[in-house]
């Protein structure tokens, strides 16, 4: 006898990777991006070289007239919080390929963090700004960084290319193993901490003295020596306001740099040195990543379009040697699926997949604010390309997108078949959906049904932010399931 379940269920995926210690269960939901489509955006930033083009009308100005738009405290969602716990000895942590004791490599971290703390005057007593400050200042400054080796377990190629905190406390390194040794080392201060990656560089971000500080390694280089290394300001600060003082010592090129690299995908550390939680910077994760503030923005390149959720774009940052491996499995090998073959090395981000069967839903909350002058509400849904996977014109006719009373199928709504496969290895459709169909100043829920006799693929990310809510509605048997052996 079929047992039949009353209640939403979490989609639970077993994730492992090369790193034993840090295999577990994940709760996941959908990878669906939700974008709201307004009439104009809430304001302009423009790029550093207007303002030099308004003193000098004869510079050589090409970017002056660049402008990145940005919405205000829209639909920002208050219902979700992210928890910090500290590392700890006993706790499983990503191990890197050059030390290869867990012990040691937190000998390591301490060593190191004494060692500026001592060098500076400080204790772990002291307030937690000048901890802050002291790592990152510390960390990149340039007589330290200097007097470090190059990492020896790699090729000469990709000696700095490192993405493993204690490799990146130890070695000379670029951004990324900068800001990922800088965590590590503001962890174990005892302050929360996270990495932020975005297009071409990475940061880090410590909370002291009641709000968030960036911390940039690039003051490590000679040519960059004396430019700020710990901010007045965080991330979201610098990137809404480039030209504001959030630092002594921001040149002009830097500045520039902040204009140009928005979207973030924040990494935390749960408890660890860094885990597979990444929670992509939108509307709906401001609020839970900035929760002191009063005001939060979002920038977009389009003027009507606001990202509310950002999902499908991976939540690992792309790997260079390859150093920092806790992932799950990548992408279809989780789901033991046959993937085409001119699409493997395609694949450059990972998620976790959920087999979406016959009769089951998906769902995905959404708060939205205001919607007076909002034109609709765009979905993205995401499928693995696979070969098992059926995308004929019948599953299109059988999968429907439900919100409140509305309801259409994929097909009717001229989604399907989905365009792809991407760079992500997905296959994905593009839903418009009816402003009508929505509450204003409310949850709502956006429901996939999968009534067609296909097997698909729905790709997940590991839920980091609570309250959780369940995304997946079975009318079958658990479909938790064993780990994989």
Known sequence: MTKRYSEWQAIRLYAHGNQPALAKH???????DVTALHRCPDGEIRHPDFFKAQKDPAADCPDRDKVKYVYWNRHVDRRFHIEYPPSSKKAPR????????????WEVVIATRDRYLRDAGLTLQSPPEALARCMAESYGAGSYFKDKPLCPTFPADEARALEQAVEGVLYQSFCAGCAMGYAALAD??????????????????????????????????????????????????????????????????????????????FHLMGGQWLTSMTLNYAAQSAYALYPQERRWGVTTRDPKRLPVIVRSVGFFY????????DAPLRALR???LPLRME?????????????????????????????EDCEGIEALFNFGATRVSDFSEATGRGLFVRVGAWRRSLHDLGAWPPTGPDATGNVSCT??????????DAVNWIELEQQSPALLYA??????????????????????GAPMP
């Open 459 to 480: 790709p997940c990310v590991p839920a980091c932010m609570e309250p959780y809510v369940a995304p997946l509605w079975s009318e079958t048997e658990d479909v938790f």
């Open 26 to 32: 994940w709760n996941c939901e959908p990878a669906w």
């Open 431 to 440: 839903v418009r959906l009816p402003v009508e169909a929505f509450r204003p």
């Open 188 to 265: 174990a201060c005892g302050l929360p901490t996270r990495v932020i990656g975005m297009p071409g560089h990475v940061v880090a971000e410590s909370f002291a003295g009641g709000k968030w500080h960036m911390a940039d390694s690039v003051g490590r280089h000679e040519k960059h020596k004396g430019l700020d290394l710990y901010f007045e300001g965080s991330y979201m600060d610098c990137i809404l306001d480039p030209m504001g003082p959030h630092g002594k010592a921001l040149d002009e090129n830097m500045r520039k740099g902040l204009w140009k690299r928005p979207n973030p995908q």
């Open 318 to 325: 792309p790997r260079v040697n390859r150093t920092f491996d």
């Open 94 to 105: 990503h191990q890197g390929l050059t030390v290869r004791d867990p012990a040691r490599e």
């Open 334 to 336: 989780q789901a033991a």
């Open 343 to 371: 699409q493997k090395e395609a694949i450059s981000h990972d998620f976790l997949y959920h087999p979406f069967r016959t009769g089951e839903k998906l769902r995905q909350s959404v708060w939205l604010g205001g919607l």
